[in-house]
């Protein structure tokens, strides 16, 4: 159990560039999350994944983010076109979901994206 | 009204005293609780996790819900430097089967020696 792992720890971009982030979770869950978190504030939710199905996703979220998990497995969420708002600590978590399974969600480090 | 509420503080409290962490929560339906503990510049780490009403003690921490009233609290015993951090208060609707977790804006969390 290597916990959740996030590539890359900081990204710099300038305005309009499009950006993808990578998260692999702890390899037996099946259950993969995706949050925001900006400077004073707790995390905001962005979307979530079981398996490869996306089941959730916020009504913040602007139609330039997008999120994939196409083998239930890693996760990636590009973010197209980036604006100075997008500037934020993108946090991956990852859940054991199911019968008898606490479904705690484990934190990775964390992408930390600054857009100039 | 915020979803779940906190008082973003910071407290601070001296070394080997208790700090109460409270969190105030709108959804009715929640069912789930936690507490995460958040270093500067470092993910979120589960302490504690509540379901039921009542008291839930590990250690030093000691989580308290009731749903009645939509508050949670964290009580951390015998303060040390080390617990200095923002403390966050997060909620879901549904039991083990939660999806989302809903966060406060977190208490920052002094311990002065």
């Known amino acids: 159990d290597t916990g959740v792992s996030q590539d890359p720890r900081h990204k710099i971009t300038k305005r309009g560039q499009n950006v993808t982030f990578r998260c692999d979770p702890i390899s037996e869950h099946n259950r993969l999350y995706w949050y925001r978190q900006t400077l004073g504030q707790g995390p905001e939710f962005l979307t979530y994944?079981?398996?490869?199905?996306?089941?959730?996703k916020s009504r913040l979220l602007s139609d330039r983010f997008s999120a994939e998990r196409p083998k239930g497995s890693f996760s990636t969420l590009e973010i197209q076109r980036t604006e100075q708002g997008d500037s934020a600590m993108y946090l991956c978590?990852?859940?054991?979901?199911?019968?008898?399974?606490?479904?705690?969600?484990?934190f990775g480090a964390g992408t930390r994206l600054s857009v100039l | 009204q915020k979803e779940v509420e906190q008082n973003s503080g910071p407290l601070s409290v001296p070394e080997g005293a208790i700090a109460s962490l409270n969190c105030t929560y709108s959804?009715?339906?929640?069912?789930?609780f936690f507490w995460y503990r958040q270093y500067s510049g470092k993910s979120p780490e589960l302490i504690m996790s509540i379901y039921s009403n009542g008291d839930k003690e590990d250690g030093r921490f000691t989580a308290q819900l009731n749903k009645a009233s939509q508050y949670v609290s964290l009580l951390i015993r015998d303060s040390q430097p080390s617990d200095s951090a923002t403390y966050l208060c997060a909620v879901a609707a549904g039991g083990t089967s939660y999806g989302k977790l809903t966060f406060g804006q977190g208490t920052i969390l002094t311990v002065h020696p």
């Open positions: 959804d009715r339906g929640s069912q789930s």
């Open positions: 994944f079981q398996n490869e199905a996306q089941l959730e």
């Open positions: 978590a990852s859940s054991l979901a199911g019968h008898r399974a606490k479904n705690i969600q484990y």
